[in-house]
C-alpha cells in the first residue's frame, strides 16, 4: 500500500472521516520522519507553576484539589484563580427589577387616563438600582467580560498547567444518519478557554465525578497524528511522572480510518471490489506500532523514569471501546490527548471523543492543543 497516497485521499475526505487536510510533500515527510534518531527525546518540560479556577461547583472545588496534590506531587507553586459566574443570576434579578417597574409606570398612566385626571407620573429610584440598571443595558467588550477576565489572568498566571471543573451538561443532539443521542457537553466556558490561543497553558480538565489520582500516566493518540505531534505529547506526559510512575501510550486505529483506507487503496478499474479491512487494519496498526518503537528516551531520562518507563501499545477497533478498556485494566490518574483540529476553534473528534468519555469516567484529562 502507498501510504502517503492514501493518506492524501484520506486528507480531501477530511470531512466525512475527521482527518486533517495535508500536503502530499507534508505527508511523505511525516514517515520520513518516523526514524529513530530523529525521534529521540533527550529533555521535557519540567513543571513550574500549576494554575486551577476555583468557584462554587462540585467541579471547582475538585480542581482546588487536584491542583494541590499535583503542586505536592510535582513539588511546584500553585495559583488558586477565584472566580463566579454571577451575570445569569443578576441578570433575572435586573430584569424582574426592570418589568415591576415599568408595571407600576404603566398602571399610574391608565389610571391617569382612566379617570381623566391632569396629573404628571414620576419614577424614583435608588441610585444604585438606577447605575446597575443602565450598566446592563452596556454593551461591553470582549476583555470586560467574565471569561475575557480569566483569559487575561490565566495569562498573567503563566502557569503551565491549569485546572479546571468541568460541568458535563447533558446535551441531546442528531447524527448524521438521523439518529438520536445524548452525550456530556464540556461548558461554555471549558470550550471558550480551549480555543483561546494566547494561552500557552495545558487544561487538565476535571469533573465532578474525580476521585484521588493514582500515580498512572494514559496517554491516547491516533494513527493520523504525526510523529512529531505524538512526540510533544509523550514530552509533556513525562513532566507528570515520577520515579513511580507507570506511563503508557496507547495508538488507536478506529474503524472508521481502517474502513476509508481500505476502499480508498481499490483499483480504479474495480469499483465493486471488496475491500480487504483486515489487511489494511494489519498494515496501519504495524505503521503505528513502528511510530512508537521509534520515539526512545536518553539514557539519563531512563535512570529517572524507573517503574514508569513508558510501554506503548497499538489496538484496532472503535475508539470508546479501546479507551473503555484501558480505563478498566489499566485505571489511569491521569489520561493525556491531543488535539490536531481542523477548524481553529473547535477539538478534534478524536480528542473530543476521548475527552467526555474520560471525564464521564472520573478521570481526569490533560488536551496538549495543537
Not at 491549569?162 to 443521542?181: A, D, Q, R
Amino acid at each position: 500500500m502507498n501510504f502517503a497516497k492514501t493518506y492524501l485521499g484520506l486528507s480531501v475526505m477530511a470531512e466525512n472521516n475527521w482527518m486533517s487536510a495535508r500536503k502530499l510533500d507534508d505527508i511523505e515527510m511525516m514517515f520520513k520522519k518516523t526514524t529513530r534518531p530523529k525521534l529521540e527525546i533527550d529533555e521535557y518540560p519540567t513543571i513550574e507553576r500549576i494554575g486551577c479556577v476555583l468557584d462554587s461547583s462540585p467541579q471547582g472545588r475538585n480542581a482546588m484539589r487536584i491542583a494541590t496534590a499535583l503542586t505536592k506531587r510535582l513539588d511546584t507553586t500553585l495559583q488558586i484563580i477565584v472566580s463566579e459566574d454571577f451575570y445569569e443570576p443578576l441578570e433575572v434579578l435586573v430584569d424582574a427589577a426592570q418589568k415591576e417597574l415599568t408595571e407600576l409606570e404603566t398602571l399610574a398612566q391608565d389610571h391617569v387616563k382612566e379617570t381623566g385626571i391632569k396629573a404628571k407620573v414620576d419614577q424614583v429610584i435608588g441610585e444604585k438600582l438606577k447605575i446597575t440598571l443602565e450598566m446592563f443595558q452596556q454593551e461591553a467588550t470582549s476583555e470586560e467580560t467574565l471569561g475575557g477576565k480569566l483569559i487575561h489572568k490565566i495569562r498573567e498566571s503563566e502557569a503551565q498547567i491549569m485546572v479546571i471543573g468541568v460541568p458535563l451538561f447533558k446535551e441531546k443532539g442528531t447524527s448524521e444518519l438521523g439518529k438520536e443521542y445524548v452525550h456530556e457537553s464540556l461548558g461554555r466556558y471549558t470550550l471558550m478557554l480551549l480555543r483561546e490561543r494566547s494561552i500557552p497553558a495545558n487544561f487538565l480538565l476535571v469533573s465532578g465525578k474525580t476521585g484521588e489520582i493514582t500515580d498512572k500516566v494514559l496517554a491516547f493518540v491516533s494513527v493520523e497524528q504525526q510523529p512529531a505531534s505524538i512526540v510533544a505529547l509523550y514530552r509533556r506526559a513525562l513532566s507528570f511522572t515520577t520515579e513511580k510512575t507507570e506511563f503508557k501510550i496507547v495508538g488507536i486505529v478506529g474503524d472508521k480510518v481502517i474502513e476509508t483506507v481500505a476502499r480508498l487503496d481499490l483499483p480504479e478499474e474495480d469499483p465493486d471490489a471488496t475491500p480487504d479491512l483486515e489487511a489494511v487494519a494489519t498494515k496501519l496498526k504495524s505503521h503505528m506500532e513502528d511510530t512508537l518503537d521509534s520515539i526512545t528516551l536518553k539514557k539519563e531520562i531512563d535512570d529517572v523514569i524507573i517503574l514508569g518507563s513508558p510501554t506503548s501499545e497499538v489496538n484496532t477497533g472503535t475508539i470508546s471501546e479501546i479507551v473503555r478498556i484501558y480505563l478498566d485494566n489499566f485505571k489511569p490518574g491521569i489520561v493525556f490527548v491531543r488535539s490536531v483540529p481542523e477548524l481553529a476553534d473547535n477539538l478534534d473528534p478524536f480528542a473530543e471523543t476521548i475527552t467526555r468519555q474520560v471525564l464521564s469516567s472520573g478521570v481526569p484529562v490533560l488536551v496538549l492543543w495543537d
